[in-house]
């Protein structure tokens, strides 16, 4: 049900986890890929592998934190393939601190990848966005219920990013949907400490008893970039294995 050809994509974090696997996706059902990340050549590797010519996947190295990064990538995207009709904003970085020890440079850090980022991305988007266009935004179960111990700095980035998606969404209406997913816990190489994030003890609270795999989001996101959605917008779609209820 869902077709993507003759649309263009960019995808940021598109050198691993979930943006990774929505460049895949969104290749596969047709669309032309700008892949962003500040690891431009695991992006590059990553377009080489969809479309060795370049001509419908192509990279591009990129800092979340940087204004200008945001603008020049969608400068590229542009220039890449004429257009733009879907953005995922999926860089991100999950870190262990504690707020009681946290350096102002540690909150700075964790805000201006995954809040700033989704900020300057977005603004830097909108002017090329065609008719019907979409921008998913990617969240975190942790904008709803503030995060793990250690980790409420990325917490408050991830409910920023829920509530910033919801405004965008009022002043972009009719013309773009825009929406964010809240994964719970997926098995990417984001966080800082994996064994933590995917010990036998966390895993026990989600009801399905696995995390999720990149590919599973990518196809949540899919959806909600397609018309399959097309009455979908300001939402925040959980998508943790029923983690969420606790």
Request: aromatic residues 8%; glycine residues 10%.
């Amino acid at each position: 049900m869902i077709e993507f050809s003759g649309k263009t994509a960019l995808i940021t974090g598109a050198g691993s986890g979930i943006g990774k696997a929505t460049a895949e996706l969104f290749h596969q059902l047709g669309a032309k890929v700008l892949l962003a990340d500040i690891n431009a050549s695991a992006a590059a590797e990553a377009a080489k592998v969809l479309d060795p010519t370049g001509k419908t996947a192509s990279a591009f190295g990129y800092d979340a934190a940087d204004r200008a990064s945001a603008d020049n990538t969608v400068a590229a995207c542009i220039e890449a393939f004429g257009g733009l009709d879907y953005l995922v904003a999926a860089a991100g970085i999950y870190r262990k601190q504690s707020i009681a020890e946290m350096t102002d440079e540690q909150w700075r850090e964790m805000m201006g990848v995954n809040l700033d980022g989704i900020f300057y991305i977005t603004r830097a988007a909108i002017p090329h966005f065609s008719e019907g266009g979409a921008i998913v935004n990617l969240a975190s179960i942790a904008a709803n219920f503030g995060g793990r111990l250690t980790r409420g700095h990325y917490g408050a980035s991830k409910g920023g990013v829920m509530a910033y998606t919801r405004g965008l969404a009022k002043e972009l209406a009719p013309k773009v949907r825009v929406n964010c997913l809240n994964p719970g816990i997926v098995e990417t190489p984001m966080a800082d400490d994996p064994a933590d994030l995917l010990s036998p003890e966390v895993l026990e609270m989600v009801p399905l008893k696995r995390p999720a795999q990149p590919s599973e989001m990518a196809s949540i996101i899919a959806f909600l970039c397609s018309d399959a959605a097309s009455y979908i917008t300001a939402e925040a779609v959980i998508a943790s294995g029923g983690f969420y209820i606790g």
